[in-house]
């Protein structure tokens, strides 16, 4: 890399030469909706399934999801990974948050109204894969933070160049997300694969194919491990939509989607028939839950579609719905959203799409106001 990184520290992994005891991460997303908070509990027995995990407490007045006079949000595990950075024993527990009753979602949490409407579909057996874009952005004072690579406040050459990129003169980053990919397979996330993107220092870790509600979970988990990684590397993740304005591209999560009927012969025109008419029918609402900002980068420029219009194409980039042209060779197969945000909440968007397609859009609404209701201040 032409430029230095600082701060590489190795303070995550002394080793932990016992055999009584297992470290549990617990990690859920905060007050913003987009990032994680995470903490530690020793257990002094096995932990083989979430059985074994206990219900937790935090500060939600510290994470802007409870106010003082009412501060403990509960954390309950739903899904349970091995500690990349650890090790065996020790794991990473995924946990939904809920008030004190136990029975009320916290602010921004979503999978429960997600994980109701996978299984009110479960007889199409959705799959997904999210391909989730970033920036790596380094300090270039105490306050500013800048893309990795870049010259300090200016700009490197146009893009083009940089897009699956090899050499030092074009790519940046490929340390971390070289150890993101490998450590995420050591925790037994469901990640198939890494790329380089269009502008320097972006770049992009897929999640799938997922069933259900397991790609938001591995997509949030996944998410964790790269900002852990970025701790020791002095790199800062950004999923904001349009980092650098100009003539760069904006940051996205495109998401791969099939159902049982879109898999089966004829898909490509149950796709085309029954699938596209409806994502057209509910475009506005849907692009409600696609993630802050994304106006900004849904221009109709920069391999995008356009935010108020709803558009689609057979290999197109510059549309609202890519319909794979392996889908419509085979007849069967996938569609690829390209309409969210990095910066967007997996669980929102994977069932939007389940529900839109699956249910005529029955629950849309609801995740709607869920999500209205997160982001009112408290």
């Known amino acids: 890399m032409t430029e230095t990184i600082e701060n590489l520290r190795d303070f995550n992994y002394y080793k932990l030469n ?8 617990y990690i859920w997303i905060d007050g913003t909706g987009e990032r994680l908070r995470s903490k530690t509990k020793v257990y002094n027995n096995a932990i083989q399934s979430l059985e074994d995990v206990e219900w937790w407490t935090f500060d939600g007045s510290s994470t802007d999801q409870a106010i003082t006079k009412f501060s403990e949000i509960y954390l309950k595990p739903v899904c349970m990974v091995r500690d990349p950075f650890r090790g065996d024993p020790h794991k990473f527990v995924l946990c939904e948050t809920y008030k004190p009753d136990r029975k009320t979602p916290a602010r921004f949490n979503f999978r429960w109204i997600a994980e109701k409407i996978m299984q009110e579909a479960s007889d199409s057996d959705p799959w997904f894969g999210i391909e989730q874009e970033y920036f790596m952005l380094k300090r270039t004072g105490t306050t500013h933070l800048w893309p990795l690579g870049w010259p300090n406040g200016g700009f490197p050459y146009p893009q083009g160049r940089y897009y699956c990129s090899i050499g030092e003169r074009n790519n940046f980053g490929r340390a971390l997300s070289e150890a993101h990919q490998r450590a995420c397979l050591y925790a037994g996330l469901k ?12 770049w992009e870790f897929q999640i799938g194919i997922a069933h259900g509600i397991e790609a938001g979970d591995h997509l949030w988990l996944a998410r964790y491990i790269l900002e852990r990684l970025g701790e020791e590397f002095g790199i800062d993740i950004n999923y904001d939509p349009k980092p650098i304005q100009g003539d760069w591209n904006g940051t996205g999560a495109h998401c791969n989607f099939s159902t049982t009927q879109t898999r089966e012969q004829g898909g490509y025109e149950y796709i085309k028939e029954i699938m596209l008419p409806l994502l057209e ?34 290999g197109s980039r510059g549309c609202s719905i890519r319909v794979p042209i392996i889908t419509k060779e085979l007849g069967k197969g996938y569609l690829e959203d390209r309409r969210p945000a ?3 909440d997996p669980y929102l968007v994977c069932s939007a799409l ?8 029955k629950n849309l609404m609801s995740l709607i106001e869920q999500f209205a209701e997160s982001l009112k201040q408290l």
């Open 18 to 25: 016992t055999n009584k005891h297992v470290l549990v991460e």
């Open 354 to 361: 389940v529900d839109t397609t699956c249910m005529n859009g």
């Open 281 to 314: 029918k509910n475009h506005q609402k849907m692009m409600l839950l696609y993630g802050l900002n994304n106006e900004a980068r849904l221009t109709g420029k920069h391999e995008t579609g356009e935010y108020s219009q709803f558009s689609w194409g057979d």
């Open 191 to 202: 990640l198939s694969g890494i790329n380089s993107e269009v502008a320097p220092s972006q």
């Open 342 to 344: 990095a910066n967007m």
